[in-house]
């Protein structure tokens, strides 16, 4: 689908020790974008805990950057271990950003990601008013189930083959490569 990002945004997986950056990225959400992405109010505290979270096993984050600050994130976690064949997408795009391809292009990753982990089944979870949300389900075909206020998105991951693999490989090594030379270039520029 490979829409263009805005303002030269690029999009990577989030490094072990990124999670000051994740967390950081979901205290800056709006209120409402916050409501949404943890379907109900949350206070700083359990968004601080969450994001430490972010390095642990079985946990896959794409973040977008904008200028070296993470502006949105989809995460993926299985459900139970990290051999599981199902698992979750959660998306979060500060509000700047939103409906400008950032959660196609999250999505994309993470599907990418899931299928080369053995996920069969990603589920997205979002509030029955969160449009978006569905829209971006949609996009990709998801199945959409309405449960007492929520809706529940399933996609199905194909199974992995070399080439997806080697497609990740290919992404992972552009993104580091990419944020390589965006820490350097913001570098020389303060000096």
Known sequence: MQEPLPDG???RKLWLGEADAYRDHLLRLDPDSRHRRFSGAVAD???IKHAATADDLGVVIHGFFVDGVLRGAA???HFGDMYS???EAAFS???EW???GVGTALLERTLLSARNRGVKSLQMNCL???RRMQQLAKKFEADLKFDFGSVVGELEAPRFTPLSVMREAVEDAHGMTSAWLDASSRLFKTA
Request: glycine share 4%; aromatic share 0%.
């Open 85 to 87: 064949r199902q698992a």
């Open 45 to 47: 505290d359990v968004i």
């Open 128 to 130: 029955a008013d969160n």
């Open 93 to 95: 795009i500060e509000k």
């Open 9 to 11: 945004g690029l999009v």
């Open 98 to 100: 939103q409906s400008h």
């Open 75 to 77: 995460e993926l976690r």
